[in-house]
Nanobody, 124 residues
Framework: QVQLVESGGGLVQAGGSLRLSCAASGRTFNNYAMGWFRQGPGKEREFVAGIGRSGGRSYYADSVKGRFTISRDNTKNTVYLQMNSLKPEDTAVYFC?????????????????WGQGTQVTVSS
């Protein structure tokens, strides 16, 4: 089992940047593919980015491609989401998730463990 704790959210103006972190407990972090999802007001949870167990593969939603970068440091049991050129439509609660598999899923039900989420608000 793994526990996930997100941090780094906040209020930022459009065009600004934020870096989210997700710290995982346990000693088998590199057995998990990791993903970032978000859920805006009145919206369903949606895939943002995912990364493979070694960090060699990453995937992005079209809406964030070229602006967001996912990375991981397996020595620190942490996955990151660097968000640049933020837009008001990026406003949401951001969640990290872990899936004990070699694949990188893009659907919420593919992930076994979730953090509590961190709020990101982008003002226009």
């Amino acid at each position: 089992q793994v526990q996930l704790v997100e941090s780094g959210g906040g209020l930022v103006q459009a065009g600004g940047s934020l870096r989210l972190s997700c710290a995982a407990s346990g000693r088998t972090f590199n057995n998990y593919a990791m993903g970032w999802f978000r859920q805006g007001p009145g919206k369903e949870r949606e895939f943002v980015a995912g990364i493979g167990r070694s960090g060699g593969r990453s995937y992005y939603a079209d809406s964030v491609k070229g602006r967001f970068t996912i990375s991981r440091d397996n020595t620190k049991n942490t996955v990151y989401l660097q968000m640049n050129s933020l837009k008001p439509e990026d406003t949401a609660v951001y969640f990290c998730a872990a899936d004990q598999t070699i694949r990188v899923g893009v659907r919420p039900h593919e992930y076994d463990y979730w953090g509590q989420g961190t709020q990101v608000t982008v003002s226009s």
